[in-house]
């Protein structure tokens, strides 16, 4: 039951020693491997099922804000609804119910974080620093990434559940496939809430332009598919806030993901193909893949 597997990493990561607890959880279950760099805690889980390669990242700066909060704070959320899902798909395979898709699950398990100047609230990131971090998370062989981030210190996107990003691909941001759009209304049982992104949003966070959030920053290292999951808020939160945790949305975002996983299982397309080769065509490639950061 994902609610209650929820309730589980919540209660693992608040914790004085959250990456040993995360490892007892995992380790032996499937591949799995740590990389600390300074003060974070990078983890990465593989799911071995055969198929498409996903990526489901948990973006954040920290889970804690040791000396600033006491307790997971609301930036926590890419963590939890990443260790979520993979901890709800190895009980499903305990079950004997197997998917047939090779998922990577990345994010980190930091107690620290620096804050960096943003209106109205500063960004938590890492304090290895954004680019450091995204060359770590960015799983190289995922044709699709689903990058999920908190996204509530801005007064652009304020719904009281989770809301989703359009495709970015090769610097052009693409409509979201009807079909997914399905899986959303099904998983929440209300019409879908999106981020409104700009081409800034696209840009790095070192480019002196509006960033609504870190949330869809991994493509600018990787070719592939991503799409932005925000968790939000009605009101601005700002990532160190603690007491803020939205159970309902974060089992909703958590369900959603494992929906996600199936529907790529099943050939599910997450964009119009047509569309980028028919705006290519006409309009040629975007000038945005020249602020790309790929390392490969």
Same mark, same amino acid.
């Given at each position: ?6 309730m ?21 279950r ?11 805690t990078?983890?990465?889980?593989? =799911?071995d ?8 990242l ?7 804000m ?9 930036d926590?959320?890419?963590?939890i ?8 798909l190895?009980?499903?395979r ?25 209106s109205p609230?500063k960004?938590?990131v ?7 971090a ?20 801005n007064?652009l996107v ?8 359009h495709?970015?691909?090769?610097? =052009?941001?693409l409509?979201?496939h009807?079909?997914l759009?399905?899986v959303?209304n ?20 070192d ?6 959030s ?5 493509w600018? =290292? ?17 990532? =160190?806030?603690?007491?803020v ?5 974060l089992?909703h975002?958590?369900?959603?993901t ?10 599910g ?6 569309e ?13 893949r ?5 390392t490969?």
């Amino acid at each position: 039951m994902m609610l209650k597997t929820l309730m589980e990493v919540m209660d693992l990561i608040e914790s004085r020693d959250p990456v040993d607890k995360i490892r007892s959880k995992i380790e032996g279950r499937i591949k799995y491997e740590e990389k600390a760099v300074q003060d974070v805690t990078f983890i990465k889980a593989l =799911y071995d099922g055969g198929g498409e390669n996903v990526e489901i990242l948990g973006r954040l700066g920290a889970i804690q804000m040791s000396g600033v909060s006491k307790g997971l704070v609301s930036d926590a959320d890419g963590a939890i609804v990443t260790l979520t899902t993979l901890l709800e798909l190895l009980n499903l395979r305990d079950k004997g119910i197997e998917l047939k898709v090779n998922a990577s699950f990345v994010t980190n398990l930091s107690m620290k974080a620096s804050l960096i100047p943003h209106s109205p609230f500063k960004f938590m990131v890492p304090p290895v620093g954004l680019d450091d971090a995204l060359k770590i998370e960015v799983d190289p062989k995922a044709s699709i990434i689903l990058s999920i981030d908190s996204t509530k210190g801005n007064r652009l996107v304020k719904f009281d559940d989770f809301a989703l990003t359009h495709v970015i691909k090769d610097g =052009y941001i693409l409509k979201l496939h009807d079909n997914l759009i399905d899986v959303y209304n099904r998983v929440t049982e209300h019409e879908i809430y999106m981020v409104p992104l700009t081409s800034g949003d696209l840009t790095p966070l070192d480019c002196d332009v509006y960033h609504i959030s870190t949330l869809v920053s991994p493509w600018l =290292y990787t070719s592939s598919q991503v799409i932005g999951l925000a968790t939000v808020s009605p009101r601005m939160i700002p990532g =160190y806030d603690t007491g803020v945790t939205n159970l309902n949305m974060l089992e909703h975002a958590s369900r959603f993901t494992l929906e996600f996983l199936k529907y790529v299982e099943n050939g599910g397309k997450v964009y119009n193909e047509k569309e980028l080769e028919e705006l290519e065509r006409r309009v040629g490639q975007s000038s945005l893949r020249k602020v790309q950061r790929m390392t490969s």
